[in-house]
């Protein structure tokens, strides 16, 4: 069955600090995988994408990593800011245009 | 250059009425999509058009929902009658075919539409 599972659910962190989100996914066939942060009463935004070739692709302070031969990526997120406050969705898209979308990381950033 | 725009922001209904949506994609861009959004979830496809034609509808229910892009531009995406369980958020994104394969190609989302069904 595919499926997009991410981790934490939840998470809250001071401002400046570091984090890292988790997906892991059992979709195939892999085209490509995004991430998206998508703040409250707004639309999905994307930060970053990477095909089955890239490891690693960064977008200011968002880096996400992808290993295709575990079917995990991470979001990498440096010296946080409050703006980063939202949820962060991690999906995986087919060679069919299929997308699967995880149910995100919730991530607070206070002061 | 506008995004995605849908309209109307908000919604409230008694439960058995008719309810539609409305999104303008990005100009220019041949492929749409609506997906439905429940709160702490990831969305759901709904429906993908590539212009004027519905290539994915597998996810629609549709006896009670209707879609359609009449001229490959706007769409209305329809509910008759809702019901409880439809009170959520719904997306319409699109994207550019641009001669990469298509599932490369960046979906831009709207705002949604958040309905309320009591």
């Known amino acids: 069955k595919n499926q997009v599972e991410q981790s934490p659910q939840s998470l809250i962190i001071l401002e400046g600090k570091n984090c890292t989100l988790q997906?892991?996914?059992?979709?195939?066939?892999?085209?490509?995988l995004r991430w998206y942060k998508q703040d409250t009463g707004r639309g999905p935004v994307s930060l970053t994408i990477?095909?089955?070739?890239?490891n690693t692709k960064s977008n200011g302070r968002y880096t996400a990593t992808l290993d295709a031969d575990t079917k995990q990526s991470s979001l990498h997120i440096t010296a946080s800011q409050l703006s980063d406050s939202a949820s962060y969705i991690c999906?995986?898209?087919?060679?069919?245009?299929?997308?699967?979308f995880g149910t995100g990381t919730r991530l607070t950033v206070i002061p | 250059e506008a995004g995605v725009v849908q309209s109307p922001r908000y919604k409230i209904i008694e439960k058995k009425q008719p309810v539609a949506f409305w999104c303008n994609p990005i100009?220019?861009?041949?492929?749409l999509y609506w997906y439905l959004q429940n709160l702490g979830q990831g969305p759901e496809l709904l429906i993908r058009?590539?212009?004027?034609?519905?290539?994915?509808d597998s996810q629609l229910p549709k006896d009670r929902f209707s879609a359609e892009r009449l001229k490959g531009v706007d769409s209305t995406l329809k509910i008759q009658p809702a019901e409880l369980g439809d009170s959520a958020v719904y997306l319409c994104?699109?994207?550019?075919?641009?001669?990469?394969?298509?599932?490369?190609?960046?979906?831009?989302f709207g705002p949604g539409t958040r309905l309320t069904v009591l």
């Open positions: 100009s220019g861009h041949n492929t």
């Open positions: 994104a699109s994207s550019l075919s641009s001669g990469k394969r298509v599932e490369y190609n960046e979906q831009f």
């Open positions: 997906c892991n996914y059992t979709v195939s066939p892999f085209s490509n």
């Open positions: 990477m095909t089955f070739s890239e």
């Open positions: 058009y590539e212009n004027e034609e519905a290539v994915d």
């Open positions: 999906v995986v898209i087919t060679g069919a245009n299929n997308l699967f």
